[in-house]
């Protein structure tokens, strides 16, 4: 008889990947191989063609003697190279890589700062100074522009999402924010998404249950889900694919199409992440499957051993270029420039990342 | 491949995982199975993220609160430098963007616990530990965090509270948790649908362990006497036996330290003679009287107010008593041996 175990105790070291990549062999102490960087204002564009450097990120908290949380280090790099890394405020996020670019957002207490990082040029382009505090962004698709997630300073009151041009100029309000809501308590979290229609979804979080909508950025019109757990993306035909709301793993994963009830993926599902409209996720110790969220079309991933999936999202902790629709996992326990691996569009067999990217 | 299959259902309609249950019903359970009845499950602290002393502290008392208020046999729980399972407490947490905490359990053998650290920023605002911050309002108590993931642990998903949520006290397991100075926001040890849920998975963890309040528990009593048939002034010995008939594992326990009476039928209805005093054998309760007359007897349980196990009583049997004594015969008299 088969057991179905995610992590086994006999091997604590072997298996600790398994547990949720990053989580369990983390110091908190920057390392020799990650020397702080403080990146130089990028120059002015010249015209030239745009250096784009296929890119990784990673986003460690830094928690003091106390227990207390005093900041994180964000490490960047150039894929298959060591990264530097940049100290940041504990209230501070980063997302992509966008064609080569780290959006970075970090607040100081009084305003909160948004810069693009160039990877390849070593440089940095402030985007946005706020007075509210920006929580989360992500990069528009066309690089055009960033959606910001706000709250107030005060209050924190949710202050809707906001749409900032990447070469300056007036920000533009998307949608308003969420109402409290009783059912969900408070928001703990509110999380960007790209949908492959090119709306936003913005799913908004309390301790366990999450409720999401589907904006139209050019509108403001929203399609509401929910109640769901964290969500893992959106598929082509506009459905929402989320965990349960289990507050842990196992869990299952569900697909929400409006008004109508939630159907079962996946029923036991431990980290998973999701591109086009595949969600790969972990189906027991040292496996990997992959569910194709339109036809329930299930396949157990080749060469996955000690792979583990990457989440998505404007609160992402790590990220790599790579093509749309392939799916981000890493290696071992930390996600840097020689760990990413990706799942490619229909294949099974994960693979280095840099003849994908473009 | 096959098992695999075989937990991947490709398009079903979503199940326990999610579905509300009524309140004041057992919390829901999760999927995944259980860990052995009375198992120890030992944890550590994981070298990358140990708390600090008094995080330490209060996941210790909770582990403790979990030990001492389950009242069923999930496992319980101990702190042990080698073992296999883990508690983390940083700033890298696997389980989605929200939340204070969570478990990943895989059953039967492991699990994990993951902390967030104090100073964490959420979107209502930073995240306080009691035990960490001097306590100001706002704060969470980690005790009262760290139990409810033991019971995520054990098999509890999250209680479903009244839409006024004046249930609240019912679990501590719950959706989302309430801070300093809320109602229950320190609450240490399991709330009576907690316990309901764990007693209906593990079962009850003694025969004398009192059902749950959150759910009535149909009860069998019995009777059986000595001699239906006697003389007058003869002594007849009843014995009762008094079990459970719930569903799964809470189906024919023997229920001991129960209050189990004998009564007697008179022109008026039933009316108790004698309260049956336990015997050594589980379940199983005994008391003899002097049968002067004869009348029918029955055994009965009256569901106590602070138990969630229902009133039964026995069929009748009825004691013959020939009769020795001339004129009016004196009352049946009482003795319990």
Not at chain 1, 69 to 81: D, I, K
Not at chain 2, 4 to 17: D, P, R, S
Request: with cysteine; charged share 20%; net charge neutral.
């Amino acid at each position: 008889m088969e057991s179905v175990r995610w992590i086994r105790g006999a091997v604590p070291v072997a298996t600790l990947a398994l547990i949720g990549a990053a989580a369990l062999a983390r110091p908190s102490l920057l390392e020799a191989a990650d020397p702080p960087w403080d990146p130089p204002s990028c120059p002015a564009a010249t015209g030239a063609p745009a250096i784009v450097v296929p890119a990784w990120y990673r986003l460690d908290g830094v928690v003091d003697e106390t227990g207390t949380l005093s900041g994180h280090r964000l490490t960047v790099g150039a894929l298959g190279e060591p990264g530097r890394a940049i100290p940041l405020p504990p209230e501070s996020f980063a997302t992509g890589p966008v064609e080569g670019r780290v959006l970075v957002g970090a607040d100081d207490g009084s305003r909160s700062r948004l810069e693009l990082l160039n990877v390849g040029r070593g440089c940095r382009t402030v985007v946005a100074d706020e007075a509210a505090v920006v929580r989360s962004a992500l990069v528009t698709p066309d690089a055009a522009a960033v959606v910001e997630h706000r709250v107030d300073r005060t209050s924190r009151a949710d202050l809707g999402i906001w749409r900032v041009p990447a070469a300056g100029g007036p920000a533009t309000r998307i949608v308003a924010g969420i109402a409290p809501d009783a059912r969900y308590g408070p928001t703990f979290s509110t999380e960007l998404r790209w949908a492959p229609d090119g709306r936003l979804a913005v799913t908004a979080c309390g301790e366990s249950r999450c409720r999401t909508r589907l904006v139209a950025v050019a509108s403001g019109r929203a399609t509401a889900f929910g109640p769901t757990g964290p969500v893992l993306g959106v598929t082509s035909d506009g459905a929402l694919i989320a965990n349960a709301g289990c507050g842990g793993f196992p869990c299952a994963i569900v697909r929400r199409e409006p008004g109508r009830d939630a159907v079962v993926l996946v029923e036991r599902a431990g980290l998973a992440t999701m591109a086009g409209d595949r969600v790969v996720f972990e189906a027991g110790p040292g496996r990997l499957a992959v569910i194709d969220a339109l036809t329930g079309s299930l396949s157990r991933l080749d060469e996955a051993d000690g792979l583990t999936p990457v989440a998505t999202g404007s609160h992402a902790r790590a990220g790599a270029s790579r093509a749309d629709d392939a799916a981000l996992l890493v290696l071992g326990s930390r996600l840097d420039g020689r760990s990413v691996r990706v799942l490619p569009a229909d294949a099974v067999t994960p693979t280095r990342p840099t003849e994908l990217v473009r | 491949m096959k098992r695999l299959l075989a937990i991947l259902l490709a398009v079903l309609v979503l199940g326990t995982a999610s579905a509300p249950t009524l309140a004041h019903g057992p919390d829901p359970i999760l999927t995944g199975g259980l860990f052995a009845q009375n198992k120890v499950l030992q944890y550590r602290w994981t070298s990358s993220g140990t708390p600090p002393l008094d995080m330490k502290l209060a996941i210790h008392a909770a582990r403790d609160d979990s030990n001492a208020s389950r009242k069923s046999k999930s496992p319980s729980f101990d702190y042990d430098g080698g073992a296999s399972n883990v508690v983390y407490y940083g700033a890298d947490v696997p389980c989605g963007t929200n939340g204070l905490a969570c478990f990943r359990r895989d059953t039967p053998d492991w699990f994990g616990l993951w902390f967030r650290p104090n100073g964490t920023r959420f979107d209502w605002g930073t995240l306080r530990w009691c035990e960490l911050s001097g306590a100001p309002d706002g704060c969470y108590d980690a005790e009262n965090i760290a139990l409810d993931e033991f019971g995520h642990v054990l098999v509890l998903a999250h209680h479903a509270n009244f839409s006024d949520a004046s249930d609240y006290r019912d679990a501590v397991v719950q959706t989302f948790s309430r801070t300093k100075p809320r109602a229950a926001y320190n609450a240490h040890v399991f709330g009576r649908c907690d316990v309901a849920a764990l007693q209906q998975a593990y079962d009850i963890l003694t025969y004398s362990t009192l059902h749950s309040t959150c759910f009535d528990v149909p009860t069998v009593v019995t009777l059986a006497v000595s001699d239906s048939s006697v003389s007058s002034g003869s002594m007849v010995t009843f014995t009762a036996t008094l079990t459970s008939a719930g569903d799964g594992r809470l189906s024919n326990n023997p229920m001991s330290g129960r209050t189990v009476v004998l009564q007697q039928r008179t022109s008026t209805g039933w009316t108790d003679v004698l309260t049956l005093a336990g015997t050594s054998t589980a379940g199983q309760y005994r008391g003899s009287l002097t049968a002067r007359a004869t009348h029918d007897y029955r055994s009965l349980f009256r569901g106590p107010s602070n138990e969630g196990a229902e009133t039964d009583g026995s069929p009748a049997i009825t004691v013959f008593v020939s009769s020795t004594c001339t004129g009016t015969c004196p009352q049946s008299s009482v003795s319990v041996r």
